[in-house]
């Protein structure tokens, strides 16, 4: 499937229903979800692969990675009534994903979810609650071996000193989030945030993957 093509089908998703500020529930557009997941399916990130979509939301990346050829696709999300939007727009585009209700702050998340080859993500940036995309990146760095994940461009720092040990940023890709007015607090119709998309890969494979080459 081409990037167009992917980007047509994911704008047929229906988006959250009630969407609630304190969880950021944005859904991603469905240009910047298509970038991301044709520029991991480029790299070689989804075709066959294992996929984990940590805060899965309206199930926008989940259900694009399927498209475009992963094996296996689990959602992970707290909110039960965006799983249930999710399973309907599964249903729409007639693919398979398992998506879970669970906090990504649950310490018995992992030994439930196993590993996976690849994790997608577009966590809260942490506007309501402060580091909110922590324990999104700590999970993503230990159930996944490469990670890409929409970041606003302002905590590139911060990750690459966050992870520092523990993950690599293998590459970056900019873009742009349009926020359209959802909540209260929203001063204008469609705010556009500079995000980038950070590709992280753990270091143990980082270094597998260097020992192969040489
Ligand atoms: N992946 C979707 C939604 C992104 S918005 C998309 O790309 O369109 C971020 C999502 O993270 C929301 O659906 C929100 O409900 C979810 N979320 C926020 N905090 C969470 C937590 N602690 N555990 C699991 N999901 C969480």
């Not at 498209?67 to 689990?74: D, M, S, Y």
């Not at 992970?76 to 939007?85: G, N």
């Not at 690459?160 to 873009?175: D, K, P």
Request: glycine share 8%; aromatic share 6%; charged share 20%.
């Amino acid at each position: 499937m081409r990037l167009r093509k992917l980007e047509i089908a994911l704008q047929r998703l229906a988006g959250f229903s009630s969407p609630r500020a304190e969880l950021e529930q944005y859904q991603t557009p469905a240009s910047l979800a298509a970038r991301l997941l044709f520029d991991a399916y480029m790299k070689g990130d989804i075709e066959g692969k294992s996929v984990c979509d940590l805060g899965s939301g309206t199930g926008l990346l989940a259900i694009g990675a399927t498209l475009l050829g992963a094996k296996i696709v689990t959602g992970v999300e707290i909110d039960q009534k965006a799983v249930a939007v999710a399973n309907k727009n599964a249903t729409l585009l007639n693919v398979d994903i398992n998506f879970i209700v669970a906090d990504v702050n649950d310490t018995t998340l992992k030994e439930r979810l196993g590993t996976f080859d690849t994790v997608i993500m577009n966590p809260p940036f942490g506007a309501q609650n402060a580091h909110a995309d922590r324990p999104f990146i700590d999970l993503a760095l230990q159930i996944g071996k490469v990670t890409y994940g929409i970041f606003n461009v302002g905590s590139r720092q911060f990750i690459e000193t966050y992870i520092l040990g523990r993950a690599n940023i293998s590459q970056v890709i900019g873009g742009k989030l349009p926020i359209k007015r959802t909540f209260a607090f929203h001063t204008k119709d469609v705010q556009e945030i500079e995000v980038e998309i950070l590709r992280l890969i753990q270091t143990k494979n980082a270094i597998q993957a260097a020992h192969k080459k040489s």
